[in-house]
Protein backbone atom coordinates (compact mmCIF):
# COMPACT_ATOMS: atom_id res chain seq x y z
CA UNK A 1 0.00 0.00 0.00
CA UNK A 2 1.51 3.59 -1.02
CA UNK A 3 0.94 5.95 1.44
CA UNK A 4 -1.65 8.99 -0.16
CA UNK A 5 0.08 11.96 -1.55
CA UNK A 6 0.48 14.83 1.37
CA UNK A 7 -1.93 16.88 0.21
CA UNK A 8 -4.90 14.37 0.07
CA UNK A 9 -7.33 14.27 3.41
CA UNK A 10 -6.51 11.65 5.32
CA UNK A 11 -8.79 8.61 5.30
CA UNK A 12 -11.37 8.68 7.28
CA UNK A 13 -11.06 5.53 8.60
CA UNK A 14 -8.49 2.94 7.51
CA UNK A 15 -8.22 -1.04 8.66
CA UNK A 16 -4.92 -2.61 7.63
CA UNK A 17 -4.16 -5.93 7.81
CA UNK A 18 -7.32 -6.79 10.71
CA UNK A 19 -7.05 -10.22 11.50
CA UNK A 20 -10.06 -11.71 14.20
CA UNK A 21 -10.23 -15.16 15.26
CA UNK A 22 -13.12 -17.35 17.45
CA UNK A 23 -12.56 -20.74 18.24
CA UNK A 24 -12.50 -22.68 15.13
CA UNK A 25 -13.83 -19.38 13.00
CA UNK A 26 -11.10 -16.96 10.97
CA UNK A 27 -13.72 -13.82 11.00
CA UNK A 28 -11.79 -11.35 9.68
CA UNK A 29 -8.48 -12.31 7.66
CA UNK A 30 -5.99 -9.53 7.18
CA UNK A 31 -8.82 -7.01 6.17
CA UNK A 32 -8.01 -3.33 4.38
CA UNK A 33 -10.39 -1.06 4.19
CA UNK A 34 -10.49 2.73 3.47
CA UNK A 35 -13.12 4.50 4.24
CA UNK A 36 -12.77 8.09 2.57
CA UNK A 37 -14.33 11.10 4.46
CA UNK A 38 -17.78 12.16 3.40
CA UNK A 39 -18.77 9.22 1.53
CA UNK A 40 -21.69 6.83 2.09
CA UNK A 41 -19.47 3.27 2.19
CA UNK A 42 -21.32 -0.16 1.63
CA UNK A 43 -19.61 -3.11 3.35
CA UNK A 44 -21.27 -6.68 1.70
CA UNK A 45 -21.19 -10.14 2.04
CA UNK A 46 -22.86 -13.50 2.83
CA UNK A 47 -24.03 -14.11 6.18
CA UNK A 48 -20.84 -14.90 8.21
CA UNK A 49 -18.55 -13.01 6.34
CA UNK A 50 -16.86 -11.18 8.96
CA UNK A 51 -19.03 -7.80 8.58
CA UNK A 52 -20.01 -7.82 11.48
CA UNK A 53 -16.83 -8.43 13.79
CA UNK A 54 -14.79 -5.72 11.31
CA UNK A 55 -17.15 -3.23 12.96
CA UNK A 56 -16.87 -4.38 16.39
CA UNK A 57 -13.22 -4.45 15.86
CA UNK A 58 -13.66 -0.79 14.99
CA UNK A 59 -15.62 0.34 17.27
CA UNK A 60 -13.76 -1.50 20.04
CA UNK A 61 -15.86 -3.96 21.40
CA UNK A 62 -13.53 -6.58 19.97
CA UNK A 63 -9.76 -6.82 20.00
CA UNK A 64 -8.12 -7.61 16.87
CA UNK A 65 -5.44 -10.51 16.64
CA UNK A 66 -3.55 -8.62 14.36
CA UNK A 67 -3.38 -4.99 12.14
CA UNK A 68 -4.23 -1.59 12.62
CA UNK A 69 -6.69 1.20 12.87
CA UNK A 70 -6.44 4.96 11.50
CA UNK A 71 -8.84 7.58 12.18
CA UNK A 72 -8.13 10.44 10.24
CA UNK A 73 -4.64 9.69 9.70
CA UNK A 74 -3.85 8.87 13.36
CA UNK A 75 -3.11 5.24 14.86
CA UNK A 76 -5.81 4.86 17.26
CA UNK A 77 -5.99 1.33 19.53
CA UNK A 78 -9.47 1.62 21.30
CA UNK A 79 -10.44 -0.37 24.48
CA UNK A 80 -13.50 0.00 24.66
CA UNK A 81 -16.76 2.24 22.46
CA UNK A 82 -16.56 4.57 24.98
CA UNK A 83 -12.64 5.74 23.29
CA UNK A 84 -14.19 5.43 20.13
CA UNK A 85 -16.58 7.37 20.60
CA UNK A 86 -14.14 9.60 21.91
CA UNK A 87 -12.21 9.05 18.34
CA UNK A 88 -15.25 10.46 16.53
CA UNK A 89 -17.27 6.81 15.69
CA UNK A 90 -20.20 6.05 16.92
CA UNK A 91 -22.59 3.11 15.88
CA UNK A 92 -26.47 2.01 15.89
CA UNK A 93 -26.83 -1.49 16.66
CA UNK A 94 -29.19 -3.67 14.74
CA UNK A 95 -31.16 -3.86 18.55
CA UNK A 96 -31.43 -0.62 19.58
CA UNK A 97 -29.91 0.53 22.75
CA UNK A 98 -32.50 3.44 24.27
CA UNK A 99 -34.36 3.33 27.13
CA UNK A 100 -38.15 3.59 26.38
CA UNK A 101 -39.37 4.85 29.61
CA UNK A 102 -37.32 7.70 28.84
CA UNK A 103 -38.31 11.10 26.05
CA UNK A 104 -36.49 11.08 23.10
CA UNK A 105 -34.54 14.22 24.60
CA UNK A 106 -33.69 12.17 27.62
CA UNK A 107 -32.25 9.49 25.50
CA UNK A 108 -30.15 11.63 23.04
CA UNK A 109 -28.46 13.58 26.16
CA UNK A 110 -28.20 10.32 28.14
CA UNK A 111 -24.84 10.16 29.67
CA UNK A 112 -24.04 13.23 28.26
CA UNK A 113 -26.41 15.82 29.35
CA UNK A 114 -25.92 19.44 29.01
CA UNK A 115 -26.03 20.95 32.64
CA UNK A 116 -26.24 24.14 34.69
CA UNK A 117 -25.41 24.70 38.10
CA UNK A 118 -24.49 21.14 38.20
CA UNK A 119 -28.13 19.81 37.13
CA UNK A 120 -29.04 18.28 34.05
CA UNK A 121 -30.25 21.58 32.21
CA UNK A 122 -33.88 19.49 30.90
CA UNK A 123 -35.22 22.66 28.56
CA UNK A 124 -31.17 22.98 27.29
CA UNK A 125 -31.42 19.28 26.07
CA UNK A 126 -34.73 19.82 24.57
CA UNK A 127 -33.27 22.65 22.76
CA UNK A 128 -30.37 20.67 21.84
CA UNK A 129 -32.36 17.70 20.13
CA UNK A 130 -34.60 20.61 18.51
CA UNK A 131 -31.50 21.89 17.32
CA UNK A 132 -29.90 18.81 15.76
CA UNK A 133 -33.16 17.53 14.23
CA UNK A 134 -33.57 21.13 12.48
CA UNK A 135 -29.73 20.86 10.98
CA UNK A 136 -29.83 17.29 9.86
CA UNK A 137 -33.20 17.00 8.69
CA UNK A 138 -34.10 14.35 11.72
CA UNK A 139 -37.50 15.66 13.03
CA UNK A 140 -38.80 13.88 16.25
CA UNK A 141 -40.50 15.44 19.16
CA UNK A 142 -38.41 15.76 22.05
CA UNK A 143 -40.70 15.06 24.37
CA UNK A 144 -42.19 11.85 22.89
CA UNK A 145 -41.85 8.52 25.28
CA UNK A 146 -39.34 6.54 23.05
CA UNK A 147 -41.24 3.39 23.72
CA UNK A 148 -44.34 5.19 21.48
CA UNK A 149 -41.97 5.74 18.84
CA UNK A 150 -42.44 3.37 15.52
CA UNK A 151 -39.08 1.75 14.81
CA UNK A 152 -37.69 4.52 12.09
CA UNK A 153 -38.24 7.11 14.25
CA UNK A 154 -36.49 5.40 17.27
CA UNK A 155 -33.23 4.55 14.89
CA UNK A 156 -33.74 8.77 14.37
CA UNK A 157 -32.77 9.06 17.99
CA UNK A 158 -30.01 6.87 17.71
CA UNK A 159 -28.40 8.71 15.28
CA UNK A 160 -29.80 11.73 17.03
CA UNK A 161 -27.37 10.93 20.31
CA UNK A 162 -24.57 9.90 18.22
CA UNK A 163 -24.64 13.26 16.46
CA UNK A 164 -24.91 14.79 20.21
CA UNK A 165 -21.70 13.14 20.96
CA UNK A 166 -19.94 14.24 18.08
CA UNK A 167 -19.87 11.36 15.98
CA UNK A 168 -18.03 12.42 12.27
CA UNK A 169 -18.22 8.48 11.01
CA UNK A 170 -21.35 6.68 11.77
CA UNK A 171 -21.45 2.90 11.79
CA UNK A 172 -24.88 1.18 10.75
CA UNK A 173 -24.83 -2.78 11.00
CA UNK A 174 -28.00 -3.48 8.61
CA UNK A 175 -30.20 -0.63 9.78
CA UNK A 176 -33.11 -1.07 6.92
CA UNK A 177 -33.38 -4.56 8.03
CA UNK A 178 -36.61 -3.92 10.44
CA UNK A 179 -37.58 -1.00 8.68
CA UNK A 180 -40.47 0.10 6.12
CA UNK A 181 -39.71 0.87 2.52
CA UNK A 182 -40.53 4.76 3.25
CA UNK A 183 -38.61 4.33 6.43
CA UNK A 184 -35.60 3.58 4.88
CA UNK A 185 -36.03 5.67 1.81
CA UNK A 186 -36.39 8.27 4.84
CA UNK A 187 -33.31 6.95 6.65
CA UNK A 188 -31.06 7.16 2.91
CA UNK A 189 -32.25 11.07 2.22
CA UNK A 190 -30.85 11.63 6.19
CA UNK A 191 -27.56 9.48 5.78
CA UNK A 192 -27.10 10.99 2.56
CA UNK A 193 -27.16 14.74 3.87
CA UNK A 194 -24.87 13.73 6.70
CA UNK A 195 -22.58 12.86 3.99
CA UNK A 196 -22.66 15.93 2.11
CA UNK A 197 -21.77 18.01 5.60
CA UNK A 198 -19.12 15.93 5.45
CA UNK A 199 -19.50 12.79 7.69
CA UNK A 200 -18.84 9.33 6.89
CA UNK A 201 -21.00 6.62 6.78
CA UNK A 202 -20.00 3.05 6.90
CA UNK A 203 -23.53 0.65 6.19
CA UNK A 204 -23.48 -2.60 6.52
CA UNK A 205 -26.22 -4.32 4.08
CA UNK A 206 -27.66 -7.40 2.10
CA UNK A 207 -29.74 -4.92 0.11
CA UNK A 208 -28.58 -5.05 -3.52
CA UNK A 209 -30.86 -1.67 -4.20
CA UNK A 210 -30.21 0.16 -1.64
CA UNK A 211 -26.40 -0.24 -2.13
CA UNK A 212 -26.70 0.36 -5.63
CA UNK A 213 -28.67 3.72 -5.22
CA UNK A 214 -27.34 4.90 -1.85
CA UNK A 215 -23.36 4.18 -1.32
CA UNK A 216 -20.57 5.71 -3.36
CA UNK A 217 -18.09 3.11 -2.56
CA UNK A 218 -18.67 -0.54 -2.22
CA UNK A 219 -16.51 -3.11 -0.23
CA UNK A 220 -17.16 -7.17 -0.07
CA UNK A 221 -16.31 -9.84 2.00
CA UNK A 222 -16.12 -12.95 1.02
CA UNK A 223 -14.94 -15.90 4.69
CA UNK A 224 -13.03 -12.81 6.04
CA UNK A 225 -11.10 -11.38 2.95
CA UNK A 226 -11.68 -8.65 0.45
CA UNK A 227 -12.61 -9.94 -2.29
CA UNK A 228 -13.93 -7.00 -4.33
CA UNK A 229 -13.33 -3.11 -4.05
CA UNK A 230 -15.79 -1.36 -6.44
CA UNK A 231 -17.15 2.25 -6.85
CA UNK A 232 -20.90 2.13 -6.81
CA UNK A 233 -21.53 4.01 -10.53
CA UNK A 234 -19.33 1.80 -12.20
CA UNK A 235 -21.09 -1.62 -10.94
CA UNK A 236 -24.34 -3.38 -10.90
CA UNK A 237 -26.01 -5.90 -8.35
CA UNK A 238 -24.75 -8.60 -10.77
CA UNK A 239 -21.37 -7.91 -10.13
CA UNK A 240 -21.41 -7.65 -6.28
CA UNK A 241 -23.83 -10.69 -5.93
CA UNK A 242 -20.97 -12.74 -8.07
CA UNK A 243 -18.44 -11.08 -5.61
CA UNK A 244 -20.11 -11.76 -2.88
CA UNK A 245 -20.74 -15.68 -3.20
CA UNK A 246 -17.75 -16.25 -5.83
CA UNK A 247 -20.39 -17.83 -8.48
CA UNK A 248 -23.35 -16.07 -10.95
CA UNK A 249 -26.62 -15.81 -8.90
CA UNK A 250 -29.85 -16.08 -10.45
CA UNK A 251 -31.74 -12.75 -8.87
CA UNK A 252 -35.27 -12.77 -8.27
CA UNK A 253 -36.31 -16.24 -9.98
CA UNK A 254 -39.86 -16.89 -10.76
CA UNK A 255 -41.70 -20.32 -8.99
CA UNK A 256 -44.57 -21.75 -10.36
CA UNK A 257 -47.96 -21.42 -9.07
CA UNK A 258 -49.27 -24.18 -6.41
CA UNK A 259 -52.45 -26.27 -6.40
CA UNK A 260 -54.77 -25.43 -3.40
CA UNK A 261 -56.09 -28.49 -1.82
CA UNK A 262 -58.02 -29.18 1.42
CA UNK A 263 -58.52 -26.40 3.41
CA UNK A 264 -55.82 -26.29 6.36
CA UNK A 265 -56.07 -23.32 8.06
CA UNK A 266 -59.98 -21.93 8.50
CA UNK A 267 -59.71 -17.81 10.84
CA UNK A 268 -63.09 -16.93 11.11
CA UNK A 269 -64.17 -13.39 12.39
CA UNK A 270 -60.77 -13.76 14.56
CA UNK A 271 -60.70 -10.35 16.73
CA UNK A 272 -58.08 -9.42 19.69
CA UNK A 273 -56.33 -6.37 20.99
CA UNK A 274 -55.06 -5.52 17.20
CA UNK A 275 -57.16 -7.85 14.89
CA UNK A 276 -60.78 -7.28 14.03
CA UNK A 277 -62.70 -9.86 12.22
CA UNK A 278 -60.64 -11.21 9.94
CA UNK A 279 -61.58 -13.97 8.04
CA UNK A 280 -58.98 -16.28 5.82
CA UNK A 281 -58.20 -19.50 4.75
CA UNK A 282 -55.43 -21.35 3.77
CA UNK A 283 -55.44 -24.59 1.85
CA UNK A 284 -52.49 -27.33 1.65
CA UNK A 285 -50.51 -26.90 -1.39
CA UNK A 286 -50.84 -23.17 -1.15
CA UNK A 287 -48.45 -19.80 0.14
CA UNK A 288 -51.22 -17.03 1.03
CA UNK A 289 -48.76 -13.89 1.63
CA UNK A 290 -49.97 -11.27 4.41
CA UNK A 291 -48.80 -8.00 2.88
CA UNK A 292 -49.18 -4.42 4.75
CA UNK A 293 -47.44 -1.13 6.40
CA UNK A 294 -45.55 -2.15 9.34
CA UNK A 295 -47.77 -2.31 12.74
CA UNK A 296 -50.81 -2.84 11.04
CA UNK A 297 -51.71 -6.23 12.80
CA UNK A 298 -50.14 -8.69 11.23
CA UNK A 299 -47.58 -9.72 13.44
CA UNK A 300 -50.20 -10.30 16.35
CA UNK A 301 -52.32 -11.68 13.82
CA UNK A 302 -49.74 -14.44 13.47
CA UNK A 303 -49.22 -14.19 17.54
CA UNK A 304 -53.13 -15.29 18.04
CA UNK A 305 -52.91 -17.90 15.35
CA UNK A 306 -49.58 -19.53 17.36
CA UNK A 307 -51.52 -19.22 20.50
CA UNK A 308 -49.26 -16.69 21.68
CA UNK A 309 -51.78 -13.82 22.08
CA UNK A 310 -55.39 -13.85 23.58
CA UNK A 311 -58.20 -14.39 21.04
CA UNK A 312 -60.99 -11.96 22.18
CA UNK A 313 -63.61 -13.26 19.48
CA UNK A 314 -64.24 -15.79 16.57
CA UNK A 315 -62.78 -19.19 15.80
CA UNK A 316 -59.74 -20.61 14.33
CA UNK A 317 -59.68 -24.20 12.87
CA UNK A 318 -57.05 -26.51 11.90
CA UNK A 319 -57.21 -29.34 9.59
CA UNK A 320 -61.23 -29.07 11.18
CA UNK A 321 -60.67 -29.28 14.57
CA UNK A 322 -61.26 -26.01 16.41
CA UNK A 323 -58.17 -24.64 18.11
CA UNK A 324 -59.70 -21.45 18.90
CA UNK A 325 -58.73 -21.87 22.89
CA UNK A 326 -55.80 -23.96 22.43
CA UNK A 327 -52.13 -23.51 23.93
CA UNK A 328 -49.27 -22.59 21.68
CA UNK A 329 -47.72 -26.46 22.72
CA UNK A 330 -51.09 -27.95 21.52
CA UNK A 331 -51.17 -26.82 18.38
CA UNK A 332 -48.10 -27.30 17.82
CA UNK A 333 -48.89 -30.98 18.55
CA UNK A 334 -52.00 -30.63 15.88
CA UNK A 335 -49.79 -30.07 13.52
CA UNK A 336 -48.21 -26.15 13.41
CA UNK A 337 -44.97 -25.08 12.85
CA UNK A 338 -44.13 -21.66 13.36
CA UNK A 339 -41.41 -18.84 12.40
CA UNK A 340 -41.50 -15.52 14.46
CA UNK A 341 -40.85 -12.30 13.81
CA UNK A 342 -37.93 -11.96 16.81
CA UNK A 343 -35.14 -14.66 16.50
CA UNK A 344 -33.59 -13.42 19.62
CA UNK A 345 -36.20 -13.16 22.07
CA UNK A 346 -38.53 -15.87 21.34
CA UNK A 347 -37.01 -17.85 18.55
CA UNK A 348 -33.76 -19.25 19.92
CA UNK A 349 -32.01 -19.83 22.99
CA UNK A 350 -28.47 -17.93 22.28
CA UNK A 351 -26.32 -19.81 25.50
CA UNK A 352 -28.02 -23.42 24.00
CA UNK A 353 -25.68 -25.23 20.78
CA UNK A 354 -26.59 -24.88 17.38
CA UNK A 355 -27.67 -28.70 17.38
CA UNK A 356 -29.78 -28.34 20.61
CA UNK A 357 -31.65 -25.63 19.16
CA UNK A 358 -32.11 -27.49 16.08
CA UNK A 359 -33.70 -29.76 17.84
CA UNK A 360 -36.40 -27.88 20.02
CA UNK A 361 -39.80 -29.23 19.37
CA UNK A 362 -38.72 -32.30 17.77
CA UNK A 363 -39.03 -33.86 21.51
CA UNK A 364 -41.59 -36.29 20.29
CA UNK A 365 -40.58 -37.49 16.84
CA UNK A 366 -38.09 -39.75 15.44
CA UNK A 367 -34.99 -37.86 17.25
CA UNK A 368 -35.91 -39.74 21.04
CA UNK A 369 -37.10 -42.53 22.08
CA UNK A 370 -39.51 -42.86 25.21
CA UNK A 371 -38.69 -38.98 25.68
CA UNK A 372 -35.31 -38.28 25.35
CA UNK A 373 -33.55 -37.14 22.82
CA UNK A 374 -30.76 -39.19 21.23
CA UNK A 375 -27.25 -37.52 21.02
CA UNK A 376 -26.39 -38.95 17.86
CA UNK A 377 -30.11 -38.42 16.37
CA UNK A 378 -29.79 -34.79 17.06
CA UNK A 379 -26.16 -34.42 15.96
CA UNK A 380 -27.73 -36.07 12.34
CA UNK A 381 -30.61 -34.40 12.22
CA UNK A 382 -28.62 -30.64 13.13
CA UNK A 383 -25.73 -31.95 9.94
CA UNK A 384 -28.73 -32.39 7.95
CA UNK A 385 -30.33 -28.98 8.01
CA UNK A 386 -26.84 -26.82 8.26
CA UNK A 387 -25.71 -28.70 4.82
CA UNK A 388 -29.26 -28.19 3.51
CA UNK A 389 -29.55 -24.68 5.12
CA UNK A 390 -26.30 -23.30 4.52
CA UNK A 391 -25.71 -22.43 7.74
CA UNK A 392 -21.77 -21.42 8.81
CA UNK A 393 -21.35 -22.45 12.35
CA UNK A 394 -17.44 -23.96 13.42
CA UNK A 395 -19.75 -27.12 14.14
CA UNK A 396 -22.61 -28.19 15.57
CA UNK A 397 -22.14 -28.25 19.56
CA UNK A 398 -20.77 -23.99 19.12
CA UNK A 399 -23.33 -22.38 21.00
CA UNK A 400 -26.41 -19.98 18.49
CA UNK A 401 -25.19 -16.81 20.07
CA UNK A 402 -21.62 -17.53 18.34
CA UNK A 403 -23.64 -17.63 14.82
CA UNK A 404 -23.89 -14.37 12.92
CA UNK A 405 -27.08 -13.12 12.25
CA UNK A 406 -28.46 -14.52 9.26
CA UNK A 407 -27.37 -17.59 10.14
CA UNK A 408 -29.46 -17.39 13.28
CA UNK A 409 -32.00 -16.85 10.89
CA UNK A 410 -31.68 -19.72 8.41
CA UNK A 411 -31.25 -22.18 11.92
CA UNK A 412 -35.05 -20.70 12.54
CA UNK A 413 -36.07 -21.70 9.60
CA UNK A 414 -34.49 -24.69 8.71
CA UNK A 415 -35.43 -25.85 12.07
CA UNK A 416 -39.54 -24.96 11.76
CA UNK A 417 -39.39 -26.74 8.46
CA UNK A 418 -38.17 -29.81 9.51
CA UNK A 419 -41.35 -30.02 11.17
CA UNK A 420 -43.35 -30.83 8.22
CA UNK A 421 -46.37 -29.71 10.27
CA UNK A 422 -49.65 -29.43 8.05
CA UNK A 423 -49.32 -25.50 8.45
CA UNK A 424 -46.72 -22.95 8.34
CA UNK A 425 -46.88 -20.00 9.93
CA UNK A 426 -43.65 -17.87 8.49
CA UNK A 427 -42.91 -13.78 9.57
CA UNK A 428 -40.12 -11.94 7.75
CA UNK A 429 -38.18 -15.39 6.74
CA UNK A 430 -35.49 -13.78 4.85
CA UNK A 431 -34.86 -10.77 7.39
CA UNK A 432 -31.07 -10.29 7.74
CA UNK A 433 -29.99 -13.27 5.62
CA UNK A 434 -27.76 -12.89 2.54
CA UNK A 435 -28.93 -12.74 -0.98
CA UNK A 436 -28.06 -16.53 -1.66
CA UNK A 437 -29.24 -17.55 0.97
CA UNK A 438 -32.53 -15.63 0.45
CA UNK A 439 -33.23 -17.87 -3.14
CA UNK A 440 -32.37 -21.07 -0.68
CA UNK A 441 -35.12 -19.93 1.47
CA UNK A 442 -37.66 -19.19 -1.13
CA UNK A 443 -36.52 -22.45 -2.96
CA UNK A 444 -37.19 -24.31 0.59
CA UNK A 445 -40.57 -22.43 1.10
CA UNK A 446 -41.84 -23.41 -1.98
CA UNK A 447 -40.63 -27.12 -2.06
CA UNK A 448 -42.45 -27.01 1.07
CA UNK A 449 -45.63 -25.80 -0.29
CA UNK A 450 -45.61 -27.98 -3.24
CA UNK A 451 -45.04 -31.23 -0.84
CA UNK A 452 -48.85 -30.43 0.02
CA UNK A 453 -47.93 -27.96 3.12
CA UNK A 454 -50.35 -24.61 3.93
CA UNK A 455 -48.29 -21.55 4.91
CA UNK A 456 -48.96 -18.63 6.01
CA UNK A 457 -46.65 -16.03 5.19
CA UNK A 458 -45.72 -11.98 6.58
CA UNK A 459 -42.87 -9.99 4.87
CA UNK A 460 -42.52 -6.24 4.62
CA UNK A 461 -40.72 -7.60 1.76
CA UNK A 462 -43.15 -6.96 -1.07
CA UNK A 463 -40.96 -8.66 -3.63
CA UNK A 464 -41.01 -11.98 -1.19
CA UNK A 465 -44.69 -11.67 -1.65
CA UNK A 466 -45.35 -11.61 -4.51
CA UNK A 467 -42.60 -13.98 -5.78
CA UNK A 468 -44.32 -16.48 -3.26
CA UNK A 469 -47.82 -16.36 -2.19
CA UNK A 470 -50.36 -17.73 -4.55
CA UNK A 471 -52.85 -15.35 -2.95
CA UNK A 472 -52.32 -11.98 -1.38
CA UNK A 473 -54.09 -10.63 1.43
CA UNK A 474 -53.57 -6.71 2.39
CA UNK A 475 -53.74 -5.83 6.20
CA UNK A 476 -54.78 -1.93 7.53
CA UNK A 477 -55.96 -1.28 10.60
CA UNK A 478 -55.77 -4.84 11.91
CA UNK A 479 -58.30 -5.76 9.22
CA UNK A 480 -58.06 -7.44 6.26
CA UNK A 481 -59.02 -5.26 3.54
CA UNK A 482 -58.28 -6.97 0.41
CA UNK A 483 -57.47 -10.31 -1.48
CA UNK A 484 -56.12 -10.72 -4.40
CA UNK A 485 -54.68 -13.78 -6.74
CA UNK A 486 -50.99 -13.71 -7.56
CA UNK A 487 -51.69 -12.32 -11.16
CA UNK A 488 -52.91 -9.26 -9.78
CA UNK A 489 -51.03 -8.68 -6.93
CA UNK A 490 -48.75 -6.37 -8.52
CA UNK A 491 -46.95 -3.49 -6.14
CA UNK A 492 -49.17 -0.43 -7.62
CA UNK A 493 -52.17 -2.19 -6.86
CA UNK A 494 -51.14 -3.39 -3.12
CA UNK A 495 -49.14 0.09 -2.56
CA UNK A 496 -52.39 1.42 -2.43
CA UNK A 497 -54.54 -1.26 -0.47
CA UNK A 498 -51.13 -0.95 1.85
CA UNK A 499 -52.09 2.57 2.06
CA UNK A 500 -55.51 1.93 2.88
CA UNK A 501 -56.96 2.60 -0.18
CA UNK A 502 -58.40 -0.93 -0.51
CA UNK A 503 -62.59 -0.50 -1.27
CA UNK A 504 -64.59 -2.34 1.79
CA UNK A 505 -66.39 -4.67 -1.15
CA UNK A 506 -62.99 -6.47 -1.79
CA UNK A 507 -63.26 -7.91 2.06
CA UNK A 508 -62.67 -11.22 2.36
CA UNK A 509 -61.71 -14.57 0.23
N1 LIG B 1 -18.55 -14.52 19.55
C1 LIG B 1 -18.27 -15.39 18.58
N2 LIG B 1 -17.80 -16.62 18.86
C2 LIG B 1 -17.51 -17.50 17.89
N3 LIG B 1 -17.66 -17.25 16.58
C3 LIG B 1 -18.12 -16.04 16.23
C4 LIG B 1 -18.47 -15.04 17.21
N4 LIG B 1 -18.90 -13.94 16.56
C5 LIG B 1 -18.86 -14.23 15.25
N5 LIG B 1 -18.38 -15.48 15.04
C6 LIG B 1 -18.18 -16.14 13.74
O1 LIG B 1 -17.43 -15.28 12.92
C7 LIG B 1 -17.89 -15.32 11.57
C8 LIG B 1 -18.24 -13.91 11.12
O2 LIG B 1 -19.40 -13.48 11.81
P1 LIG B 1 -20.03 -12.03 11.58
O3 LIG B 1 -21.07 -11.87 12.62
O4 LIG B 1 -18.94 -11.03 11.51
O5 LIG B 1 -20.67 -12.22 10.14
P2 LIG B 1 -21.51 -11.17 9.27
O6 LIG B 1 -20.76 -10.94 8.00
O7 LIG B 1 -21.86 -9.98 10.09
O8 LIG B 1 -22.80 -12.05 8.92
P3 LIG B 1 -24.40 -11.65 8.85
O9 LIG B 1 -24.61 -11.10 7.48
O10 LIG B 1 -25.08 -12.97 8.98
O11 LIG B 1 -24.70 -10.71 9.95
C9 LIG B 1 -19.08 -16.28 11.58
O12 LIG B 1 -18.62 -17.54 11.13
C10 LIG B 1 -19.49 -16.36 13.02
O13 LIG B 1 -20.06 -17.61 13.33
MG1 LIG C 1 -23.71 -9.26 10.92
Redesign the pocket.
Known amino acids: MTPPPSDAPPAAVELRGITKR ?4 L ?2 DAVDLTVRRGEIHALM ?10 M ?1 VLYGMERPDAGSIRIDGREVSFADPGAAMAAGLGMVHQSFKLFDSLTVAENVVYAAEPRRFGLVDRSAARRRVRELAEVHGLAVDPDARVGELPVGLRQRVEILKLLHRGARTLIL ?2 PTAVLTPAEADALFAVLKSLAAEGRTVIL ?1 T ?1 KLREVLEGSDRVTV ?1 RD ?1 RVVARLRTAGTTADEIAAAMTGRAVELDRVHAPGTPADVVLGVRGLTTDAVREVELTVRAGEIVGIAGVAGNGQSELVEALAGLRPTAAGQVTLRGEDITHASATERRARGLAYVPEDRHAVGTAPAASVADNLAMGHHRTSLSSRGLLSAAAVRAHALGLVERFGI ?3 TPE ?1 PA ?9 KLLIGRELAHEAPLLLVEQPTR ?3 IGAVQNIHDQLIAYRDAGHAVLLVSAELSEIRGLADRVLVMYEGRVTATYPKDEADERTLGLAMAGAAAPAEVGD
Open positions: FPGTANGENGAGKSTLSDEVHLGKAAVSALSGGNLQGVD
